[in-house]
Structures are given as C-alpha cells and as structure tokens.
C-alpha cells in the first residue's frame, strides 16, 4: 500500500472554559481531544461516528488546521500542518475543503449561487479571467446536478439538498485532495440523504479524493465509509473495517450506538432490545476516571473504573476496552434466524 | 368515541407570493390512549397540522374544517377558550427545550407554575409533585434541578424537563413535535421508551409528529403519512411497514438507513426535491418523484380503502414493490 495522504498523530486538543463571575471565577480544561492517532490513504473514506461532546467537529477543525492542538501532529503529504508557516498553510489549504451540516446557513445569503461557486478562485487565483471563472462554475453546477440555468438565483430559492450541492460545488472548485464532511446529510430530508450520499461517492471515485465524513451516529457511515472511527469524549475508542465494526463490534461503546439506531420494523422495534449503555453522557469538564465509557457500559469490571484501557490491536481494526479479548459482543437486531422467530436473535 | 376527531382540516397562509396551501382537507382520529404518528418531510402539513389544533398558527395563517376534541371544536374556540383546554387537556413539547423553556426562571419554578395553575396546589405539594415527576422522566439529582436553570442542563436533561413540565397537568392528549430529532441516538432511545412507559401507565393518547420511521416503529400504533398538504396514506403501523400501498411510503420506509440489514449495501432515497407548496401541481402531490406515475396522476386520486385496511391516495392498485 501507497503512503498515507494524511498521518494524524498523538493528537491532544483542549479548550479552556472560564465559569462563574468576578469573584468566584474559575479555569477549566476540557480535553476535547485526547492522543488521537489514524492515516488516511488516497481515494479512502473514514467514517468517524461520535456524540455530542466526542469532539468529532474539534477533530474536523484540527485536521484542517483551523484550530490548535496542545500537542501532536497532522501531517498532510508529509509537511506538519501544525508547525507551517501562515502563507504556506494558506496555500495548502486549497488542497483541503470541507462540507457543512447547515445547507443553507452555511451559503453566504447575498451571494448568487454563481458568485459562491467562484468566490474560492478568485481567492486563491485573483489573475483568473472572468470567462474561466464563468466556465468553471457552469461546470461544477453540472458536476454537482444543479441546473445551470439557476446560476444567478439565490440560495433561498434553492431546496436544502439544492443547497447541499452547492455547496459540495463551492468546496470541489478549488480540486482539493481532501474532503471534509461534517454532517452533511443530517439537516436533509430522509428521501433526499441517500442523493447527496450518491453524489458524494461518485464524486470522491471521480476525482479520487480522500474523504473524513462525520456523523453523529452509525446508522449513514456504513453507505459510504471504507474505515470507521468511533470517539467518545475525545477518545478513539475503536477503529476498524467497516464490514468488520459493523458485523461484530469490538467495543461495547460501538454495539451501544449500533443498539441504539431505530430500525423501521415494528416487531423488532417493539421487544425490549438491549440497548447496551445506561445513563448520560458525562460532562465533558468532569470525565469519569479509567474507561470513559464505564459508567455507562454493562460489561464495566473493577479494573475499567481505575485503568484507562489503550487501543489495543482487534481483528481488522483497534479498540479500546480491558475486555476485549474475552467479550464476545452480540448484536440483536441482526437478521432473524430462518426459522423466523425473531426473539431468538440473542441466543 | 375518539379523543380527538379532525375533519377537513385546512390551514394557509397568506404570503407575499400568494396564498399558501400547507394542509388540504387532512381527517384523522385520535383515540383515547393510542399513540398516532404523522410522517412527513419538510412541506409536508405535519407541523402545522398539530398547530392548528393547539392556535398556535403564526399571524398570517388561518385553520378551517373542524377538530372535535371531546366534543368541543378547538378550531372555533376563542384564545381565552382555548387557554383552559392548552397544557390540561392538551400539551405540547417540541423538538427544541430551550425554545419552550424560560431562560430567566428555574427548572422548579416552572414546573410548579404547571400545578398551581393548572391545578391549583399549594407551593410545598406543588414542589413534591415536581419532584416525582422529575423521577418518573428519570432525571438524575432531581433534587438540585429543582434550583438549576435551563441552560444548566444538558440537550436530553432539557427534553426531560419538557416532557415532566407537559406530563404534569395529566393531559389527555400529548402532541410531541420531533421530541427526540435533536437528541444523541443513545438519549433519543432512552427519551422513546420514557414516552413508551408514560403511556402504558397513564393512558394518555400521544400524536407523534416525525420524519423518522424508526421511532414511528417503535412506538405507534396507527400513522398518517402526509406529503404536500395532504394525507397520502393512513392504517395500522405494522400493516403499512409490511405493506405500504403508496409510492411516497415505500420510498419513504427505504430511505431510512438499516443497520439490521447489512447486506443491502446501498441506501436508497426518493429522486426529486421536496415539494414547493407554491408551485404544487394539479393532481397528486407526489407526482413529479413517484417512479410509478401514470397519466391518471395529474387528476388528484381520492383517499380509498386499503387492502391493509386503511386509507391510500393513489390511482394504482395493491400494494408497492
């Protein structure tokens, strides 16, 4: 196998939270990202799946180098874009797009959908002549599915998935190498996700790119990741194979995300399914001690309260968890047995 | 008798651009103690069809038809009329807490209000009350999110606080508008099974107005599915996922990623945009994305039997592949 394209390493992020008034104020640190290390190779997808509070979007920031890291690097194409020079990172980041979750809030209101496509050219390349830039945009309007015709209208006369496309549009124009999804289909309608999600992968097949495509659950990573990444509280708590993380998954914190996507099937939906986890999330200013995930998981032991479990090597991928070698963790939405009784699926 | 009887219901909107049709002719029941979905998407009427029944229309829309909750139409009722029917009878909660919770005043404060008002206890029985509720929607240190403010809270903890304020003045009728849409999938399991338990223990109908069909799944018995304004097809959850007989329900139930189908390695979805209520065309709504559309859809079919015993609105027969 090639070099990766992107070597994040021993990544740590934190942000300082200042509570309370004049008199009683006090400093806080939230880990929001804690030794987080993956590659990503040319022309792969890495699913990363994470709540609120994983540090999934701070993760997104990172990479691009939007925002600070306490310590760590992201290596992109073997320069550290952590240590770059400001002119030299700018320059760099046309190779890096991303995709937001508001389709329409993240479109400039004044702007038509013409100007939003050229505004990155005439950013990173102020020389280019007008009839070029004109091209290029009828171009990826086409690329994209949008009507060309529609050029000067404005995003509100666009749908949210009309939006979203214009969007992907403005992030393709500049040809990056790197595509940077955060929720990109989850403020769509349902009927309208899987065409974004199409677009999306027939585009990265095109052009070959590397995508990081975030989402706050598992239920969408699997149509469209070669690789998934699960975090929970800053933490990588398993990386793997898609068809493997999906099939038997390693850590219980994954079987728990995995239990917890409804499903459109009345019977299953309606007997009791373990849902693996209990409780709340924890705040991310008082993170439990050992596993995160403890207070919360139904395989907890003495030790996940007082050790923090590393990522250790599983089959097709790493996890975190002390157990991982003795639990064998089922899923029960799996299909039902032929014999069609459906209760039997946890046996 | 039904709880709730809504015939004819119509609701639009006067706009600069024209009139806007968001809801056309919808009937539907609601029986006492049953939990009743409405799906839709984005212009489908579902919102605005539980806002009408509560007056909650913003300044430019109007309601017409009828909606009969025992016996007393809430459409013609006058807002000081209505106020006495709103939270006892007939309670709300919404996809965002932060919008339904007041910012300047406690968690307590506002969950007594509920009972003194509403049922005019003494403060000390008031704040023991809250304090159960506050266990039965199985918050955690109820005790000092009695002091706490909204904003002290976390996303699910505020949706709990909603669902107690709306369950404590014993409503006969839920209207829960996307309650668990911006939630983690971990709390949104969670908020699903409280709404679940609630229901068994106290009989209380629920209208669950949703985009997501899982959650419809897991929860109600009967569904109306809406696109466009109107009502496209309706009947027993179970009979309808087994065997959807419009083309908007099928496509709608494929849209939804499985995770206890692994095999089926690509999603599906419905080609086209979501309808815009300006620009509806004559006939069924759905006609410009329906892959089965004939000529014969530009004439609006009407709502007929279907085999699975409910309503359907499509000119083809039987079920969809």
């Known amino acids: 196998m090639s070099a990766p394209v992107l070597t994040v390493d021993g990544l740590s992020v934190d942000y300082q939270v200042h509570i309370g008034g004049i008199f009683k104020r006090q400093h806080l640190t939230v880990h929001a990202l804690q030794d987080v290390n993956f590659e990503l190779y040319r022309g792969e997808t890495l699913g990363i799946a994470g709540e609120s509070g994983s540090g999934k979007s701070t993760l997104a920031r990172t990479v691009l180098a939007l925002q600070p890291a306490r310590s760590g690097h992201v290596v992109w194409r073997g320069d550290d874009l952590l240590a770059m020079d400001r002119e030299v990172l700018r320059a760099k980041r046309k190779e890096m797009q991303m995709i937001f979750q508001d389709p329409l809030g993240s479109l400039n209101p004044r702007l038509s959908a013409g100007e939003i496509i050229a505004e990155p050219l005439r950013t990173h390349y102020p020389r280019m002549a007008r009839l070029q830039i004109h091209e290029r945009v009828i171009g990826m309007m086409k690329m994209v599915g949008l009507s060309p015709e529609h050029v000067n209208r404005y995003p509100h006369e666009f749908s949210g998935g009309q939006c979203q496309r214009l969007g992907i549009a403005r992030a393709l124009v500049l040809n990056p190498r790197l595509l940077v999804c955060d929720e990109p289909v989850s403020a769509l309608d349902v009927s309208i996700q899987a065409q974004i999600l199409h677009l999306l992968k027939d585009l990265q097949k095109k052009l070959q790119l590397s995508m990081i495509f975030i989402a706050h659950d598992l239920s969408l990573l699997r149509y469209v990741s070669n690789r998934i990444m699960v975090l929970y509280l800053g933490q990588i708590m398993e990386i793997g194979d898609r068809a493997s993380l999906y099939q038997a998954p390693r850590h219980p914190y994954t079987r728990a995300l995995i239990q917890s996507v409804p499903i459109p099937d009345p019977e299953r939906e309606r007997r009791d399914r373990e849902r693996g986890h209990r409780g709340a999330i924890p705040s991310p200013f008082m993170p439990p001690s050992g596993c995160l995930f403890h207070p919360r998981c139904p395989f907890a032991i003495e030790r996940c309260k007082i050790e923090r479990p590393s990522l250790r090597p599983v089959r097709e991928g790493h996890a975190a968890c002390h157990r991982v070698e003795e639990l064998h963790l089922e899923r029960d939405i799996a299909a039902p047995a032929a014999s069609g009784d459906s209760d039997t699926a946890e046996a | ?321």
């Open chain 2, 1 to 321: 008798m039904a709880l709730l009887e809504v015939r004819d219901l119509m609701v639009s909107f006067a706009t600069p651009e024209g009139e806007v049709h968001a809801v056309n002719s919808v009937d539907f029941d609601v029986e006492p103690g049953e939990v009743m979905a409405i799906v839709g998407e984005s212009g489908s009427g579902k919102s605005q069809t539980a806002m009408a029944l509560l007056g909650l229309l913003s300044e430019n829309g109007q309601a017409r038809g009828s909606a009969l909750f025992d016996g007393k139409d809430l459409l013609k009722l006058s807002q000081s009329e209505l106020n006495q029917y709103r939270g006892s009878q007939v309670a709300m909660i919404f996809q965002d807490p932060m919008t339904a919770l007041n910012p300047y005043r406690t968690v307590g404060s506002q969950l007594r209000e509920v009972l003194t008002c509403q049922r005019h206890m003494e403060r000390r029985q008031a704040n023991r009350e809250a304090l159960e509720m506050l266990e039965q929607v199985r918050i955690t240190d109820p005790e000092r999110r009695l002091q706490q403010f909204p904003h002290e809270l976390s996303g699910g903890m505020q949706q709990r606080v909603m669902i107690a304020m709306a369950l404590l003045a014993r409503p006969r009728l839920l209207i829960a508008d996307e309650p668990t849409t911006a939630l983690d999938v971990t709390v949104q399991a969670e908020i699903s099974e409280l709404l679940r338990d609630y229901q068994r223990r106290y009989e209380t109908a629920i209208m669950l107005i949703t985009h997501d069909l899982g959650v419809v799944a897991g929860l109600c018995e009967r569904v109306l599915v809406m696109y466009g304004g109107r009502v496209m097809e309706y009947g027993d959850v179970r009979a309808i996922y087994h065997q959807a007989e419009h083309p908007y329900t099928a496509g709608l139930l494929r849209s939804v990623p499985r995770l206890d189908r692994l095999d089926d390695e690509e999603l599906h979805g419905i080609p086209g945009n979501p309808p815009n209520l300006l620009e509806l065309p004559t006939g069924c709504p759905f006609q410009e994305r329906c892959q089965v559309a004939i000529e014969r859809c530009s004439s609006l079919p009407s709502l007929t039997r279907a085999n699975h015993g409910g309503l359907r609105r499509c000119h083809l027969e039987g079920a969809i592949e």
